[in-house]
């Protein structure tokens, strides 16, 4: 499972699922910080930074980001953050 995630509320709404589901982070890029990241990664997610930052409520950047991450994730199943 992958977690495409655009907003800190969003992070938060599935952090516990993330952590025991060890899934997928693909985040934007400015979302957490460096220590976080390193946390994450510690306990065993993998984490993602989108190229570039995703407006949360923007549609059309939000299917672009998708369209990505489906290139380059490692899972066909994406839940994806929806504002």
């Given at each position: 499972?992958?977690?495409?995630?655009?907003?800190?509320?969003?992070y938060d709404s599935i952090q516990a699922a993330l952590l025991e589901q060890q899934a997928s982070l693909w985040l934007n890029p400015e979302l957490l910080?460096?220590?976080?990241?390193?946390q994450l990664t510690a306990q065993g997610i993998d984490v993602q930074l989108l190229p570039e930052s995703v407006k949360?409520?923007?549609?059309?950047?939000?299917?672009a980001a998708l369209d990505y991450v489906e290139q380059h994730g490692n899972d066909p199943d994406i839940m994806v953050e929806y504002l």
């Open positions: 499972m992958i977690y495409l995630i655009f907003s800190r509320e969003g910080q460096p220590d976080e990241i390193t949360p409520g923007d549609e059309k950047a939000m299917l």
